[in-house]
């Protein structure tokens, strides 16, 4: 006799809508089959992802560089190179010189995010927006949080090490 258990557990729902409109009469039926299929589509999709890697590219967008703040300039080239470490290390600097700089602050916080210290993401980016508010800095605060809450799922599914 062998025995089982269910180790994890996901539902994957999707909606698909379609409206028709006309004037003077009735509107055509929506194509039903088009509209489950797209919902097919989309949950096969979510599915396929959940079980199998895959990579995602992303653009990421930094503050613009400032003159007074050569360090910036540099921190975006060692960012584009993928020296994340380098990076921090000149968007630190910035910050220091300049603990008002609202771009150093975010960048940094760009920085640590994609080197998986979301905590100190979070930070940097909670002080670039107390210097100046933007919808920018709100939604990579989310960004964070939400990668956070991944990479501790990941690591708890043992995919991590």
Not at 56 to 76: C, M
Not at 141 to 153: E, G, M, P, T
Request: hydrophobic content about 40%.
């Amino acid at each position: 006799m062998t025995t089982g258990a269910v180790l994890a557990a996901k539902t994957i729902s999707k909606e698909s809508e379609n409206r028709n409109s006309a004037d003077n009469g009735w509107p055509e039926a929506p194509d039903q089959d088009a509209i489950v299929g797209e919902a097919v589509n989309a949950t096969v999709n979510s599915f396929i992802k959940i079980i199998a890697p895959y990579t995602e590219y992303v653009n990421v967008t930094f503050a613009k560089n400032d003159s007074k703040v050569p360090e910036l300039e540099q921190g975006v080239k060692f960012a584009k190179a993928g020296q994340w470490n380098e990076a921090i290390e000149q968007f630190k600097a910035a910050t220091v010189k300049n603990p008002t700089h609202q771009g150093a602050h975010f960048n940094l916080g760009l920085a640590y995010e994609y080197s998986n210290q979301f905590d100190k993401a979070e930070e940097a980016l909670k002080t670039a927006n107390k210097i100046e508010s933007c919808d920018r800095c709100i939604a990579e605060i989310n960004s964070v949080k939400r990668l956070a809450a991944d990479r501790k799922k990941l690591e708890a599914q043992g995919v991590l090490n």
